[in-house]
Antibody
Framework: EVQLVESGGGLVQPGASLKLSCVAS????????MSWVRQTPGKTMEWIGD????????NYAPSLKNRFTISRDNAKSTLYLQMSNVRSEDTATYYC????????????????WGQGVMVTVSS | DIQMTQSPASLSASLGETVTIECLAS??????LAWYQQKPGKSPQLLIY???SLHTGVPSRFSGSGSGTQYSLKINSLQPEDFASYYC?????????FGAGTKLELK
């Protein structure tokens, strides 16, 4: 059974840094593009970015590129999202997602989602 | 960025009815479009990809169609478990933008 389990969320002050993790199981992690998607309290869905199955390429939403970094450790089947200089508008539920196609050219669709981890940015 | 305009924002329907949700892309996305269902307190689930391909395990009462910039999700014979929110998503190019969502409620 495919499972994606996020952790690392919580209450954080504006300007701080935070690192989210997503541990994957039930599939060959190193075969899949992985992405982060967030959903605001108002239910707006926003794609954050993705990372190629071998970790050699990343892609980001332009508005987040300078503050967010996606990485992965295939030996640990773990995906990461490093968030820096967080703002109140980063308050959201963050989802780890798997790309639909193994060894694909991109992560165009998301066939598995984690349960989500809440990040609240507030002083 | 490709903008995805989804309509309606909310929809009220009865059990057994057929409903259609629309999604308009700001440019041609060549059928690289997905639909997701999200139930309250749960993660989104992939329903349809490539505009009309049903994902594994998704009931056949769900169908997708469209081309170019205009796409739609049709749900036939609404079941109790279908009352949820639905989102379209551009898969053609980054950033992979989502529609604002449609909340389907029981009349």
């Amino acid at each position: 059974e495919v499972q994606l389990v996020e952790s690392g969320g919580g209450l954080v002050q504006p300007g701080a840094s935070l690192k989210l993790s997503c541990v994957a199981s039930g599939f060959t992690f190193s075969d899949y593009w992985m992405s982060w998607v967030r959903q605001t309290p108002g239910k707006t869905m926003e794609w954050i970015g993705d990372i190629k199955y071998d970790g050699s390429y990343t892609n980001y939403a332009p508005s987040l590129k300078n503050r967010f970094t996606i990485s992965r450790d295939n030996a640990k089947s773990t995906l990461y999202l490093q968030m820096s200089n967080v703002r109140s508008e980063d308050t959201a539920t963050y989802y780890c997602t798997r790309g639909l196609t193994p060894i694909g050219t991109t992560a165009d669709y998301f066939d598995y989602w984690g349960q989500g981890v809440m990040v609240t940015v507030s002083s | 960025d490709i903008q995805m305009t989804q309509s309606p924002a909310s929809l009220s329907a009865s059990l057994g009815e057929t409903v259609t949700i629309e999604c308009l892309a700001s440019e041609d996305i060549y059928d690289i479009l997905a639909w997701y269902q999200q139930k309250p307190g749960k993660s989104p689930q992939l329903l349809i990809y490539d505009a009309s391909s049903l994902h594994t395990g998704v009931p056949s009462r769900f169908s997708g169609s469209g081309s170019g910039t205009q796409y739609s999700l049709k749900i036939n014979s609404l079941q109790p478990e279908d009352f949820a929110s639905y989102y379209c998503q551009n898969g053609l190019s980054a950033p992979n933008t989502f529609g604002a969502g449609t909340k389907l409620e029981l009349k």
